[in-house]
């Protein structure tokens, strides 16, 4: 079959590396791609959201089913527009619905969804310009410290953690008065602050059952410790020492099913995967936030332990199988290290020459290209996180050592990664 995979990040090159390996994948297109998925297909210079060019591109390479990485086209409705396009009314499109992708595209309605169904998050309120006294009220008197939540997409920034309320009045201002997050802040949640171990799980839904995937704990923090800005993510470990049995049995049970169950109940359309962003409170797990997609660069870290067909996989998924479904995981720890341009999250120069690609890496280790492409005969870097090395070991330390290692033979001018991710569990796994 033909499949069409929206997205340019780490994320899609990885899916597009599985998606490739299936005998059930004849021709691979990816809409822009990068360096990275032009060595698993053909990349077409469409945008994400320009929905119009991609229902052409879907008739054009007879394409039989879309994946949809980046969350932008899910909010935006490219699931409903393509399958509404005449001609296109069997595509197989894996990714929610406009309404079903509010999760991730409104933290009020998440919050609203979780509130109704019961499913465990931290107390909140929400407030606009309109009642913005009440909410400088309401942060006079939380205890600290205080989340501040952009309500729509504001590209990963839209969360602010104060610890001090002449700090949180001040965001909370800026965010309703001064726009500092665009339309995206134009209502604000504010929610109590969870102490805890971050951790993300993903699941595959076709709306009635579930598979679930490997979890896994991404470092968004730029410096070394968790230190610094916040950053799209600079590395991921999989699995958890933390998530035992009994833990995900929790998760199982008080979220995920919830959740589904939910979607249903609501009779929101949902075939893809859901990303629960989830705290470990003292070993009972609460919901941070939802996504409508797999994240990035968990990605690259969970994928490649996921020893199913990826496309046997969506196909299920599209005709309502997955129940029938037997997921196998590599038992192997993995780790995923990002190298990023000097700068980065703030101001960083592009352009920069890619060397040590070329050169044999080591076994049970992947490179994922994300912000890097084609010039002439040069891979050279195209945005702030340019590449993720992820390697396999018997435990976390062996894991990230080996990507470490890797991402030492590889080179940009101004290059920067984390040589500490999983630094927590690495003790752990001795």
Known sequence: MNILLIGSGGREHALAWKLKQSPLCDS???????????????????GITDFEALAKACKEHRID?????PEEPLVKGVT?????????????????????SQLEGSKAFAKEFMTRHGIPTAAYAEFNADNYLEGVNYIKSHKLPIVLNADGLAAGKGVLICQHPIEAMSEFDLM?????????????????????IELSVFVLTDGEDYVLLPEAKDYKRVGVGDTGLNTGGMGAVSPLPFADEAFIQKVRSRVIEPTIAGLKKDQL????FIFFGLMNDNGDPKVIEYNCRMGDPETEVVIPRVKNDLVELLLATSGKKLKTVKLEIDERAAATVVAVSGGYPGDYQKGKVISGLEENLLDDTMVFLAGAKHEGDQVVTNGGRVFTV???????????EQSNYVMEQLFFEDMYFRSDIGYEFRSETN
Do not use: Q
């Open 390 to 400: 992820t390697s396999f070991g018997t435990n976390i330390d062996e894991a990230v």
């Open 176 to 196: 309703l008065h001064r726009a500092k997050f665009g339309e995206a802040g134009k209502k604000v949640v504010i929610e109590e602050f969870l102490h805890g």
């Open 65 to 69: 089913m879309v994946l949809v990485g």
């Open 28 to 46: 691979l297109f990816i809409a822009p791609g990068n360096a990275g998925t032009a060595l698993c297909g053909t990349n077409l210079p469409v």
């Open 269 to 272: 359309d949902y075939k893809g």
């Open 80 to 100: 409903d527009f393509l399958t509404g396009v005449p001609g296109l009314e069997n595509l197989k499109v894996i990714g929610p619905s406009k309404n079903a």
